[in-house]
């Protein structure tokens, strides 16, 4: 059965995966100047971000929200998703008063900057209210149009909510919709079936949705207690209160809204496949090293990863410390750890380890001959002492060993090995198996 | 950072984890005599799985009922779930012509009983329609109930399909259903808001459904060519052509059915999780042994597993080898792998593999007096090559080692972190690292 195992992690029937939205961006945060259809956003827009949720259909004790992904709670990679538009002046985050302390440290810890967050209120219209509110009162400018999303929803994308500010400055509101995918249907008191609804006609009601300033505040204030303790639909306020159609506006799967158990794992797997598109072999430049790196970015590329090789990471080479997640040193018949712990200072001088862990792999080819004398040349502790000490600084490093042979067919087995072996411990980022000396 | 990393295969945040639904039966296939409710089901129940479905919206090539799950198509597990139920009498599953090849080979390869497979129509409504037909052609008893499902959802429990199965006897159709986790709203032709839904009257319809043999073959009889072709709710032509009102039932949330990319990673996460609940640990019952097996289970406890302990799998034990899927065999100073190829054997003499690929962990506790002769005193290419050829046979053979101190604070390092690669191993099942000997 082995064909069957081979590319497991990204499903085996998976060549042609659509590609998941942009999260993780290459540049600083707030310096993104992408401008979707070529014209720029010239308006103030603000971000309210919900995120007051108890987590009661995962069944889980903590919120979805505050759930950590590969060490990073759910609600940081939602506002770093806002925090890399440049267009976007400010993000209100609406926290349940238990957990303003928890959100401040998250803010902090996480670096992310144009964020406040304030105390939500005992329902979901109540808490976007007080985010609206708030940014009434800072001391930026007021906004022109107010963006609403969820905190549980990590995936958004520029292209949308440019589209979504634009049409809710023209239209005074908009949303994002998606297709239904059950029928829906009406039910009696009993249980019983009273009518299925025409899928055709019916969408699914999503977020972001945009509202000018002016909309969104006159609907809370005009709304119903009943509104406010029942709603849970804002497009619908701005219809009922300010006679406001909004323009619906179809968004990718990607906008899914974490909500059961099921989805903390699919949220978790498109971050890692995200995280696991390419490396970087780093060659040190010897030419034993470059046919290895050479003959890797073949075999990784068919397991639908890409490799750059380089030989250092000076002058232009620079640039993979800022936009690289995983790094490949090939060290050749050196068994010190010497160029694996200079990636290692590099990666830390970059800060590059803030958002995600860094998968750092160091490839030792070693020569035939010292096969014969030492067996395993590299003592196992010195590696695991590296990474235990790396692994503190949210880096993953993992060693592999293979052996100089001119046996080309042996050697292409040892080559494969490396490649599948490589591409399962970026896929994986497991912290257990960090330090490991594998062979090949 | 490090805390973060521990335990995050399953979620660090999730104490409390609800469990999944039972799919991966500990009896064989077809002996399941579970009576939800005490009473049995007594009269023919047979099954109805269209599995015609293209996969266009998870973006791939292959259609998401034929992707493969830790080397097995997802039919297969829906399939199984079906055939596990004692009182499901037949399964009938429609696939479009030029894969029924590929079917019949399915149900082959993983020795499927009590399944058909027949050539399905251009619309989902007359291939379920092919389906039903098919029932009434067999050599076995014409069903009281049919059962519809679909393919794309793997996780139906009995306990919902004996509700199901007793409604719809009683009711004349009945059918699951889900809260809508989205507003529901109609859109004008324009593409702007019409109105919106008030989200407590509605409900999603999902999969199962039944019917009575007479109530599906009257409503495909008398429907409207406008009903083959557009139409996709059963429940709806049981109402409007036979005017029986289905019963609606609450089902769990794994009924969800796989429809994005995103499910796709969901599937594969809830069924490894089921896999890797508990494993059980042989100690050939040295003292040595039973005392590392202690601490193991207290440890891998503290990470959300269950380690069971025994000397050996013969007598008693042997009823290990038909419900359990993790295996730990723990060697005491002997660097030989006789141990761990017994295990092996046994394994595949009780077929153990067939539907899911197994994993056998072997501990190597070596004595501290080898160390400082040899230093690996296992030879690595052993144990790879051993690995090499159990993987053919889908069982993932790694290695542990460790080594045997009288320093209390190092011993237990290393039981933690025998601990930590044990259920990290488990929990991944990474094909690629098969045959690697690590270091605790």
Same mark, same amino acid.
């Given at each position: 059965?082995?064909?069957?195992?081979?590319?497991?992690?990204?499903?085996?029937?998976?060549?042609?995966?659509?590609?998941?939205?942009?999260?993780?961006?290459?540049?600083?945060?707030?310096?993104?100047?992408?401008?979707?259809?070529?014209?720029?956003?010239?308006?103030?827009?603000?971000?309210?971000?919900?995120?007051?949720?108890?987590?009661?259909?995962?069944?889980?004790?903590?919120?979805?929200?505050?759930?950590?992904?590969?060490?990073?709670?759910?609600?940081?990679?939602?506002?770093?998703?806002?925090?890399?538009?440049?267009?976007?002046?400010?993000?209100?985050?609406?926290?349940?008063?238990?957990?303003?302390?928890?959100?401040?440290?998250?803010?902090?810890?996480?670096?992310?900057?144009?964020?406040?967050?304030?105390?939500?209120?005992?329902?979901?219209?109540?808490?976007?209210?007080?985010?609206?509110?708030?940014?009434?009162?800072?001391?930026?400018?007021?906004?022109?149009?107010?963006?609403?999303?969820?905190?549980?929803?990590?995936?958004?994308?520029?292209?949308?909510?440019?589209?979504?500010?634009?049409?809710?400055?023209?239209?005074?509101?908009?949303?994002?919709?998606?297709?239904?995918?059950?029928?829906?249907?009406?039910?009696?008191?009993?249980?019983?079936?009273?009518?299925?609804?025409?899928?055709?006609?019916?969408?699914?009601?999503?977020?972001?949705?945009?509202?000018?300033?002016?909309?969104?505040?006159?609907?809370?204030?005009?709304?119903?207690?009943?509104?406010?303790?029942?709603?849970?639909?804002?497009?619908?306020?701005?219809?009922?209160?300010?006679?406001?159609?909004?323009?619906?506006?179809?968004?990718?799967?990607?906008?899914?809204?974490?909500?059961?158990? $099921?989805? %903390?794992?699919?949220?978790?797997?498109? #971050?890692?496949?995200? !995280? =696991?598109? &390419?490396?970087?072999?780093?060659?040190? @430049?010897?030419?034993?090293?470059?046919?290895?790196?050479?003959?890797?970015?073949?075999?990784?590329?068919?397991?639908?990863?890409?490799?750059?090789?380089?030989?250092?990471?000076?002058?232009?080479?620079?640039?993979?410390?800022?936009?690289?997640?995983?790094?490949?040193?090939?060290?050749?018949?050196?068994?010190?750890?010497?160029?694996?712990?200079?990636?290692?200072?590099?990666?830390?001088?970059?800060? $590059?380890? %803030?958002?995600?862990?860094?998968?750092? #792999?160091?490839?030792? !080819? =070693?020569? &035939?001959?010292?096969?014969?004398?030492? @067996?395993?040349?590299?003592?196992?502790?010195?590696?695991?002492?590296?990474?235990?000490?790396?692994?503190?600084?949210?880096?993953?490093?993992?060693?592999?060993?293979?052996?100089?042979?001119?046996?080309?067919?042996?050697?292409?087995?040892?080559?494969?090995?490396?490649?599948?072996?490589?591409?399962?411990?970026?896929?994986?980022?497991?912290?257990?198996?960090?330090?490991?000396?594998?062979?090949?």
């Amino acid at each position: 059965m082995e064909d069957n195992h081979i590319n497991m992690q990204s499903h085996s029937c998976d060549p042609d995966r659509p590609a998941h939205p942009g999260i993780f961006p290459t540049r600083e945060a707030g310096k993104s100047d992408h401008q979707p259809g070529g014209s720029s956003v010239d308006f103030p827009v603000s971000v309210v971000l919900p995120a007051g949720g108890t987590g009661e259909r995962t069944g889980l004790q903590t919120p979805k929200q505050f759930c950590s992904f590969l060490g990073r709670p759910l609600i940081s990679y939602t506002i770093q998703a806002f925090e890399r538009v440049s267009w976007i002046q400010s993000i209100v985050v609406v926290v349940a008063k238990e957990n303003m302390d928890l959100m401040t440290d998250i803010v902090k810890r996480f670096q992310h900057k144009k964020v406040r967050a304030v105390p939500g209120g005992s329902t979901r219209h109540r808490s976007i209210c007080n985010g609206v509110r708030a940014l009434g009162d800072g001391e930026e400018e007021r906004p022109k149009v107010v963006i609403i999303h969820d905190a549980v929803r990590p995936f958004v994308d520029e292209d949308l909510l440019y589209k979504i500010a634009m049409a809710a400055k023209e239209q005074g509101a908009a949303g994002a919709i998606r297709p239904l995918v059950s029928t829906v249907i009406a039910t009696t008191s009993e249980g019983y079936l009273d009518h299925s609804l025409e899928r055709a006609k019916y969408r699914a009601s999503e977020m972001p949705q945009g509202f000018t300033y002016d909309v969104i505040c006159q609907a809370y204030q005009k709304c119903s207690e009943s509104d406010f303790e029942f709603g849970t639909e804002c497009l619908h306020l701005a219809l009922q209160y300010c006679g406001t159609t909004a323009k619906l506006i179809q968004g990718p799967p990607t906008l899914w809204k974490v909500t059961y158990k $099921r989805d %903390l794992a699919a949220a978790e797997s498109i #971050i890692k496949e995200t !995280l =696991s598109r &390419s490396a970087c072999v780093i060659t040190g @430049g010897s030419e034993q090293a470059v046919t290895l790196a050479d003959a890797l970015q073949k075999a990784v590329g068919a397991l639908d990863m890409e490799l750059d090789v380089i030989p250092d990471l000076m002058g232009e080479n620079a640039r993979y410390l800022l936009k690289e997640w995983n790094f490949i040193q090939v060290s050749v018949n050196r068994s010190c750890l010497s160029e694996v712990e200079a990636v290692l200072t590099d990666l830390e001088a970059a800060n $590059r380890a %803030l958002l995600h862990p860094l998968v750092v #792999i160091w490839v030792h !080819l =070693s020569g &035939s001959d010292e096969l014969s004398v030492s @067996g395993r040349e590299v003592e196992p502790a010195a590696i695991m002492d590296l990474a235990s000490a790396a692994k503190l600084r949210n880096i993953l490093l993992y060693g592999i060993q293979l052996h100089q042979t001119k046996d080309t067919e042996r050697w292409e087995k040892s080559v494969l090995r490396v490649a599948e072996i490589t591409s399962a411990l970026i896929r994986e980022r497991s912290p257990a198996l960090v330090g490991q000396l594998l062979q090949a």
